[in-house]
Nanobody, 119 residues
Framework: QVQLQESGPGLVKPSQTLSLTCTVSGGSITTTNTAWSWIRQPPGKGLEWMGVISYDGSTNYSPSLKSRTSISRDTSKNQFSLQLSSVTPEDTAVYYC???????????WGQGTQVTVSS
């Protein structure tokens, strides 16, 4: 059973960079045909897909966030990370990491972490 755990600061000041890490256990982030995503949910709104890093290290981002978003990985620690630059209060949300093995219809979510952008 793959387990994911988000970690990072719960409070970020406007204009700074939000940095979160997802630690994966029970599976490797280099497992073939697995994608590792970041998704967020602002208060009172729906889920928003932010971007993905695949098992081979390739990345893809939401067009609306692409200019501010970077997803990377550390295979030695079995972690992948999110950086979102120039944050504003509109970036306040619960941030989730997710593993997808679509060909097997297997999906795993982290519990989510609240990030508030405020001075």
């Amino acid at each position: 059973q793959v387990q994911l755990q988000e970690s990072g600061p719960g409070l970020v000041k406007p204009s700074q960079t939000l940095s979160l890490t997802c630690t994966v256990s029970g599976g490797s982030i280099t497992t073939t045909n697995t994608a590792w995503s970041w998704i967020r949910q602002p208060p009172g709104k729906g889920l928003e897909w932010m971007g993905v890093i695949s098992y081979d290290g390739s990345t893809n981002y939401s067009p609306s966030l692409k200019s501010r978003t970077s997803i990377s990985r550390d295979t030695s620690k079995n972690q992948f990370s999110l950086q979102l630059s120039s944050v504003t209060p509109e970036d306040t949300a619960v941030y989730y990491c997710k593993a997808s093995r679509t060909i097997f219809q297997l999906y795993y979510w982290g519990q989510g972490t609240q990030v508030t952008v405020s001075s």
